[in-house]
């Protein structure tokens, strides 16, 4: 049985210039509401949604001076990231509890409770949703993959199409995730689209790409594989590569191109919505 890619990623940190580039935007928009909400308590939950290294999502909110709880329901997993935020030397709170249709939490507990890219993995994504808007007392945020971008439907159709009858696809439908918070009591405040660098959106290194598209060229394999060609926030975040963010923030021309969000969302990675309760 081949292992989940998760695993690899708790210890190879070379997560792939898409996924760093996915972290940093990330990172700016988490950015914005700490400073413009004062948000001080964070709920991720779950805590693994998007490729590469799990459970660094709120890396950045801890580096604000937030204090984060993370929810997993993989103890191997949980275990992993409990090491990586060890590393770090950031605080957390982790809980490993599996049922993420009734979490442990009294109403009214975090200022922000979160996902990013997760709800399809879930059996019950609808009572997850509820939850995160019955635990906090201001934001709840959400993203997930935009189904309509180009890497989206070539990973489907040609690439990577034993992925999707795992997942529940019901849950990339943004009008679904706001009924459903709707309902809860949200009120939204902001949506949009984040992760729009000039490439698309295969949830897979280059590499990997061509390999799967039948491409075989030495010169090509070289540049997606070899010695330079590695991407690693991991690094970023223990000082050991200050200028990653530089350099990877150079793509983000089509992210902060002042344009309406819905035009970008034909090439857009994800689409969020923000609300408040």
Request: net charge negative.
């Amino acid at each position: 049985m081949t292992e989940p890619v998760w695993k690899k990623y708790l210890t190879d940190w070379n997560e792939g210039l898409g996924v760093v580039y996915e972290r940093f935007i990330l990172n700016d928009y988490l950015d914005s509401l700490v400073d413009r909400y004062g948000v001080q308590t964070v709920l991720e939950a779950p805590l693994y949604g998007m490729a590469g290294v799990s459970g660094i999502n709120s890396v950045r909110l801890a580096e604000r001076g937030c204090d984060v709880t993370l929810v997993d329901n993989n103890r191997e997993r949980m275990e992993g990231v409990q090491n990586i935020w060890a590393r770090l030397n950031l605080p957390a709170r982790f809980l490993l509890h599996y049922d993420f249709a009734h979490l442990p939490f009294a109403d009214n507990t975090f200022d922000l409770a979160w996902e990013w890219a997760g709800l399809w993995y879930l059996p019950d994504a609808e009572s997850l949703l509820r939850e995160l808007a019955r635990v906090s007392r201001k934001l709840v945020f959400v993203a997930m993959p935009n189904n309509i971008q180009v890497g989206y439907q070539m990973r489907k159709y040609v690439i990577d199409r034993d992925f999707f009858p795992t997942v529940d696809e019901r849950w990339v439908q943004m009008s679904r995730i706001k009924r459903t918070l709707q309902s809860a009591g949200v009120q939204f405040v902001d949506e949009g689209v984040l992760d729009v660098p000039p490439w698309p959106d295969t949830v897979m290194p280059a590499a990997e790409v061509l390999k799967r598209l039948g491409i075989r060229s030495k010169k090509l394999d070289d540049q997606f594989t070899g010695e330079g060609w590695t991407w690693n926030t991991m690094a970023y975040y223990l000082g050991e590569e200050p200028d990653l963010r530089e350099r990877v923030m150079k793509y983000a021309w089509l992210d902060h191109a002042p344009v309406p969000w819905q035009i970008k969302t034909v090439w857009a990675h994800h689409r969020y919505v923000l609300g408040r309760v």
